[in-house]
């Protein structure tokens, strides 16, 4: 009798690749397409931007040629220098600063404030009373345009940034911003607090806040560029040529029958870099207001 020994069984080797490799590879094409669509988006997005900066440089027979020459054949820098003596640029620039800063800072102090009080204040009809307060922001502007521009006449209040100030110091989209933030962030840290004997100022200035700072810098940023490019509340409120903003300056370029687009471009410029600088300055803590929790 003959005993034959079979080698040991070996696993069989696959017939077919694995299929990681195929999903990285689809990964990787829906990736790239997705690169590629937000890069044509942010061409187009600039273009206009580059067009204004392009015309800023030009006489004003060459702004709207046809075909549009990007590249100016003569570049005239003198329009930036000749600018200034046109207008009393320094005068407007100085007065959108002043009310930009101004209404940015009292929108964020009371829209956190506010906040604190609607996220983490028990109080009767809390709810019912934040969900009035947001709906206002549905009304149009131009529904109590008429009904504001009288208060401010009968205050004596026409014609002085102060008017711009006090009807732009409160924010329903702020406090709305601010609260969706604040409730975020944990009651137990609240809570602890009152147990420790610190009152709701003290809670709001030496916890909430310092845990806020993305929504903060998100609320900020959106007031000043929405403040710096206001034009109706300035052309309603403002009369004196001393009191005007950047925006109105630049309608000095506009005459009856004609416009100064070169001029108009260079002032524009020369408007779009402050804004610019701050949300340079700002970009990570807006993304993170806006991506971000209050959890730390």
């Known amino acids: ?68 020459r990007w590249i100016p054949a003569e570049f005239h820098w003198q329009n930036f220098t000749s600018i200034w003596s046109r207008i009393p640029l320094l005068t407007y620039l100085r007065n959108s600063v ?89 009651d137990e840290l609240s809570e602890a607090a009152r147990l420790d004997g610190l009152s709701e100022y003290g809670i709001w200035a030496r916890i909430i806040l310092p845990l806020s700072k993305p929504a903060l810098a998100s609320l900020a940023l959106l007031t000043f560029v929405n403040t710096w490019n206001d034009y109706m509340g300035p052309f309603i409120y403002l009369t004196d040529n001393n009191l005007w903003t950047i925006q109105l300056g630049l309608r000095s370029f506009v005459g009856l029958y004609d416009a100064e687009y070169a001029m108009i471009m260079t002032g524009s410029v020369l408007s779009v870099l402050p804004i610019l600088v701050i949300f340079l300055l700002g970009q990570k803590y807006f993304v993170q207001g806006i991506a971000t929790s209050g959890m730390k």
Not at 8 to 28: D, K, Y
Not at 45 to 64: E, N
């Open 98 to 186: 002043f009310l930009s800063l101004t209404i940015t800072a009292l929108q964020v102090l009371t829209g956190s404030f506010a906040a604190y009080g609607f996220a983490k204040v028990r109080f009767p009809g809390r709810d019912a009373l934040f969900l009035a307060y947001i709906a206002t922001i549905a009304v149009p502007w131009q529904a109590y345009m008429v009904p504001q521009y009288v208060i401010m006449q009968k205050a004596g209040l026409v014609n002085t940034h102060l008017s711009l100030i006090l009807l732009q110091a409160f924010s329903a989209f702020g406090v709305f911003l601010m609260r969706q933030y604040y409730l975020t962030i944990p």
């Open 1 to 68: 009798m003959t005993l034959t020994i079979s080698p040991p069984a070996t696993p069989e080797t696959p017939l077919t690749e694995p299929r990681r490799p195929l999903r990285r590879t689809g990964f990787s094409v829906r990736r790239t397409l997705a690169y590629l669509l937000l890069g044509l988006l942010s061409v187009a997005v600039l273009v206009p931007f580059a067009w204004m900066v392009s015309s800023s440089l030009k006489l004003d027979a060459d702004v709207f040629s046809v075909p549009v």
